[in-house]
T-cell receptor, first 115, second 112 residues
Framework: SQTIHQWPATLVQPVGSPLSLECTVE??????LYWYRQAAGRGLQLLFY??????ISSEVPQNLSASRPQDRQFILSSKKLLLSDSGFYLC??????????????FGEGSRLTVL | GQNIDQPTEMTATEGAIVQINCTYQ??????LFWYQQHAGEAPTFLSY????GLEEKGRFSSFLSRSKGYSYLLLKELQMKDSASYLC?????????????FGKGTMLLVSP
């Protein structure tokens, strides 16, 4: 069966510090991968998605970046965090062979607080 | 642009039936998803509709009217564990990696 894990689960970072969130998927090949952010009182906002190694599409211009160094690994990074980067970050995957029907499967989430 | 509207909060009593509505205006449409999200946890998939009509899955049912840009999630025989946020999401493109746009969620509180 397929599983998705992301870490760390919780982190508190000062403004201006770097960020690295990591997500891995097991039990499937060539998954579509996504990073979403959920800020307090707001809906899930798509940040990045990837359909293959090295292929990243950005939905929202900001100080965050994403990379996919391996087929089942997705990393969210920032060089300098802003207060507005606080939120609940969710990694997700979907099966490419399910096309438009493919539901997203989410990781456990990473709660980031920028002080 | 994409716009998905759903009520912010709803309350219901254990054992009752509740209907959570969702209206959408999107540039394309290739399916509507409902997710459940408990506080502090990740969303979990509930249902998918792409054709008009009702899809039933146990205590949960989801309805879609594409001409009206409208969907609802129906929860029967409510249980305390159903207290959660319910997210409506629309896929706007025909490919699996096309954007899945989420509403802000409806917080459902089930009381005894």
């Amino acid at each position: 069966s397929q599983t998705i894990h992301q870490w760390p689960a919780t982190l508190v970072q000062p403004v201006g510090s770097p960020l690295s969130l990591e997500c891995t998927v097991e039990g499937t090949s060539n998954p579509n991968l996504y990073w979403y952010r959920q800020a307090a009182g707001r809906g899930l906002q798509l940040l990045f998605y990837s359909v293959g190694i090295g292929q990243i599409s950005s939905e929202v211009p900001q100080n965050l970046s994403a990379s996919r160094p391996q087929d089942r690994q997705f990393i969210l990074s920032s060089k300098k965090l802003l207060l507005s980067d606080s939120g609940f970050y969710l990694c997700a995957w979907s099966a490419p062979d399910r096309g438009a029907m493919g539901e997203l499967f989410f990781g456990e989430g990473s709660r980031l607080t920028v002080l | 642009g994409q716009n998905i509207d759903q009520p912010t909060e709803m309350t219901a009593t254990e054992g009752a039936i509740v209907q959570i509505n969702c209206t959408y205006q999107t540039s394309g449409f290739n399916g509507l998803f409902w997710y459940q999200q408990h506080a502090g946890e990740a969303p979990t998939f509930l249902s998918y509709n792409v054709l008009d009509g009702l899809e039933e899955k146990g205590r949960f049912s989801s309805f879609l009217s594409r001409s009206k840009g409208y969907s609802y999630l129906l929860l029967k025989e409510l249980q305390m564990k159903d207290s959660a946020s319910y997210l409506c999401a629309v896929r706007d493109g025909e490919w699996g990696y096309s954007t899945l746009t989420f509403g802000k969620g409806t917080m459902l509180l089930v009381s005894p």
